[in-house]
């Protein structure tokens, strides 16, 4: 059999997402509500680790050191990655169009096959970030597409065997995330209520949502749904991480590692994605390897990036040419605009280049980068050994050379010692020139009118270009851009301060330091960011910069700055709003520190609500809600929980001193609804309920109490105050709709449609209420009997089957929805009901029988369970192996279908008589039970054939709820017909 290596090569990560879901899906099996709420905290914080990889190079260098010195770590990834080899080897799929590498090596690879020079390439790519984002989105759908073929093969391959309902799953959820476009890269499968074998309802995506919300220190960026976006990826390409023990894996596995290709000059990009997607793995299972608490300081750490020695090892490692792989990095950073670590790479490329000549372009290239960076002290000490190193040029090159170090180390010198010695050096460098050839001539004048436009004299980059332009025989291709500049400034020679000039430049400066101070907040590179916000805010200071500083303080413990930014990010306001949450912001750090609410935290509490009485326009939250939201973003973080409430207290007691309109309480409690803090929320909406002075009021407290339970899961107590809402205010509709929710999930349709029709009749414009009555009453349609189970355990299975599928319609309109799961739920409540009624019954009778087992704890007899040709004993079939074996398993639904069948061809086992006549004294026939077998068979067929229609339409959903929702009522007419235990 010849083994199949390409899915590894090609699909490693979306075989370890199958794996690793799998085993988490079946951790969260048969355990108790508190551990499987506990479980998904877990795996929530391991999902958020992924987050932080894909954007923080930083963080990456971090989890490669982490790794690296952990040799247990790497032995449990060695033995993951030849388990996973061994699952996928037997699988006949490849993709017939891999995508190969990513990024710059892509750029590169497209440039070569078009005839193009690719550095040139790279560099035009770097430099432009709506290129980078276009290509971005572009390639992420290749992935889709690309992966999406796989997980169809890897879900036909799964269906194919027998109780193996976690794997598909999980391979379900996978492909839900691709197909609905939710997937952005290395990013464990989302979690979805339409999963329930995994437990994920309500209450335990509120306490998941709740602990991360509380609990991690940079849930701005880890939450930012409304930014995507990914940072740019030049600096995650120059961390080349090569695992101890990856080129032996690699050559078990495919015959060779990635260091034989570079030495037998073949294409090393074959093995990319298997090595981005090895380490990756590498530092989830670190991460797993943690308990809550490392993994929660692990996530709140800062991780500066910066360019390593050791880095630029592993490309020796490669047999790559350094000093070439180096330069590359450099001209790639520089246009990207990461000037800091394109001036490392290119010091790293100098202290290994031996040739002079050569040693002169990297360092005036290091000099620029400094330069650019604005670090001129460094820029110039390396733009002196470049003019030291012109004397290892050709004689060709070298007199222009120096002239133009000469022109950069007076540039530098500007910054240090000011206009006076700049402009006397250019004069010096200018009359120098004039003995040079007119073509060498005007270079170095064009390049003086440069240095003087970078320094801001712009009568002299004036006077320069106009003598540049008057020079004889120069190439019109080399005059454009001159002439264009010379042009701009011919027209403001009636400014002699040369406003609109500097309003250019400025505006050329802020693009770039917005374009890195965005990257480097997108890649948690707080210090990074902090550095470009000063720079933004010198070019002109704004509300919003102000806000970002104060906040980038607060990250690195500059408590006071951050309070004082806060103060004049409030005095630089242009909306009631934006002030407002300025001097809020403030109020709430001052009293986090100080551990008290003290006169200046009351004052700034006062300040933030005189923003209230003004004027907001229509379709904006009034501005106390959107304080109140700060307030409570921030204090469920606090670990003083007397503290958080003493500052809502003042809060609400100033907010009443100054007369505006509304309950404070109730607005603080509808907030931490909003927020799924569903225990803070009651506690204020109590308060509120004892100060409202209206029906309506009250009803509405009332009301929103019961919705703080029905999210937490807690569906009789929120009955209980919708009921009590409906006595104080008989009219009040959303009592009447939250009564039909508590309903729906108990599966109390009837009663459940008489609430949504009364909620409809008293609101019959609610657009809501109407799509809600729509789904009772499809759901309605299809009842299970629920009546006829006894077992409260085996009815919540199914009851939490509708109330999921339910859950989905309460969400906005969605173009597909994946039945299997549900389909599984309730399988599963079959499965449970047939176990529980049948088969445990008489399990325990035949194991406590002497004849067939000797002691209960060393299984059936071997002469019964392997059968005997002397006794002319057949063996035990495999399903009743499957109900007898030590351990207790219930039998598979599509395993009911060949029970019947297994009894009749081993009636001469005596064990396999015993329990046929146990059947048949519960009232079981073989009739009976081949009838059984045939409804077990067809709704495992449900679910086996939903894998292979993709994904329903929400009105094929509840068609395909109706056929099973009739064979599970024939299943469970048969078991309570004999009279069983239920």
Known sequence: MELNSTILRDFLWESYSIYSDHEFLRSVQDISHEEKRERFIDHALENWLLVRYKRDPGFVLHVMDAVNDNPAVQQRIREIILLLFGETARIPYSDDEPLGPKGSTEIMQRAIEMGKNPFEEVARFSENPAEIEQYNQERAERERESKMRYLQARLEDAESRVDNDLEIMAIRRLMLDLKTGRYYGHQMASDDPLFPAAGFIDDILLASHRYLFQNLKFRGRYFATSDQALPEMSLHECIVWMLPFQQTLEKAIFGGSILDLHTEHKDPAALWKFEVDLTTIAGYEWFLTLSREEKVATLNGDYPFTIREDMLSAITDLGLNISWYCQDKLNQLFYATLYEHAAKIGECAYSREKKGGQKYFIASVVATCYREFEDYKAALKWYEISLKLTKKLDPANQIYKEFIERKNCAEMRYYVRGSEIFRKEIAQIEADAKRLPAEIRASIIYNLAEACRRTGHYDLEYNYLIEFASLPD??????????????????????????????????????????????????FQHADAYRWNDRLLALGPTSKLYQEKAALCRHAGQISPAIEFYRLAAEHADTPHQEALCWIAAALLGTLVNGEVDHEGIELIRAALRCCARRHYKG?????????????????????????????????????????????????????????????????????????????????????????????????????????????????????????????????????????????ELDPENEAYQELKEEIDKLSAHVIGLPRIDSEEIRSIFRTGDWLLFSVYKGPERGIYDLGPVVIQYGKGVEKLLHESLLLPIRERIRSDNMFYSDPQNGVRAMFWKGSDEKKIPPLPFTLKTVLGN????????????????????????????????????????????????????????????????????????????EMVKIINDIIGIVSRPGGDL
Not at 901 to 924: W, Y
Not at 933 to 960: P, Q, T, W
């Open 620 to 760: 904006e939250e009034p501005v106390h809600v959107v304080v109140l939201n700060q307030i409570v973003r921030e204090t469920a973080m606090w670990d003083n929980t007397a503290l958080s409430t003493q500052f809502l207290q003042v809060f609400m007691e100033e907010f009443d001193s100054m007369d505006l309109p509304s309950n404070p309480a109730l607005l603080i409690g509808e907030v931490f609804l909003g927020y799924g803090l569903s225990t803070e929320a009651r506690q204020w909406l109590q308060v509120a309920h004892e100060r409202s002075e209206t029906p309506s009021e009250r009803a509405r407290v009332l009301s929103m109490i019961g919705v703080s339970f029905l999210v937490e899961g807690g569906h009789q107590a929120a009955c209980e105050w919708f009921e009590r809402t409906q006595k104080a205010e008989p009219e009040y509709s959303e009592a009447y709709a939250g009564m039909a929710q508590c309903h729906t999930y108990l599966m109390e349709y009837d009663r459940a449609s008489a609430d949504i029709s009364k909620a409809c």
């Open 887 to 962: 351990d207790e398993k219930s039998l598979a639904l599509g395993q009911w279908g060949y029970l019947s069948n297994d009894i009749r061809k081993t009636r001469a086992n005596p064990v396999t008589l015993a329990f046929s006549d146990m059947l048949q004294e519960r009232g079981f026939s073989m009739k009976i039970l081949n009838e059984l077998g045939k409804l077990c068979r067809n709704l495992s067929l449900e679910r086996n054939g939903a894998a292979h229609i993709s994904f329903y339409s929400r009105d094929e959903v509840m068609e395909k709820r109706g």
């Open 474 to 523: 120069l190439e019109t291709t080399s005059l454009s851009i001159p002439l264009d500049r010379l042009n701009l400034l011919t027209m403001t020679l009636d400014d002699p301060d040369f406003r609109r000039i500097k309003r250019i430049e400025l505006q050329k400066r802020s693009e770039i330091y917005q374009r890195r101070y965005e990257n480097a907040v997108r890649s």
